[in-house]
């Protein structure tokens, strides 16, 4: 073993929102921001930081932005921020935390250690798509824009 930690597997299914994946954050916008995704991706492709990304997705007020899924890693603390049709779940060594996006104003966000798992879905409520929803395929990604 070589003692460097392994790089965590990210994966999408496709949907109607987008995903800007990075090597320092990951945000998540439903398809009604898409003029926005560009200059998202341009700032997380640049290796902006999780609070500049957060700065820049909010600097037009939030009356303006529908819905949004942020998420940073940093050493052992992964911090997530969930605004409207979003849900992600979260799994440590305590169990799983849920952060539901639908129930709040404004948004939900947390910062926690020892993250081993996350899952986000977004758009169609729990009903109708589920967390683990086996009918799309998991597509496999580094960095980029789908």
């Known amino acids: 073993m070589s003692g460097e930690p392994t790089p965590a597997t990210r994966s ?6 987008y995903a800007v994946f990075g090597e320092r954050v990951t945000v998540l916008l439903p398809a009604s921001e898409k003029p926005r995704v560009a200059l998202v991706w341009e700032l997380v492709d640049a290796g902006a930081s999780f609070d500049e990304t957060l700065d820049r997705l909010i600097s037009g007020g939030l009356r303006h932005l ?4 942020l998420v940073g890693s940093a050493d052992d603390e992964t911090k997530i921020v969930v605004r409207g049709a979003a849900r992600a779940v979260l799994t440590t060594a305590e169990g799983p935390l849920v952060l539901d996006g ?11 250690s ?22 799309d395929p998991d597509l496999t990604i580094g960095c980029g824009l789908v």
């Open 66 to 69: 529908p819905g949004f899924v």
């Open 102 to 112: 639908t129930e709040a104003a404004t948004w939900v966000e947390r910062a926690l």
């Open 12 to 17: 999408y299914r496709p949907g109607d929102w």
């Open 114 to 135: 020892g993250v081993t798992a996350l899952e986000v879905v977004v758009g169609a409520p729990e009903a109708e798509r589920p967390v683990g929803s086996p009918t």
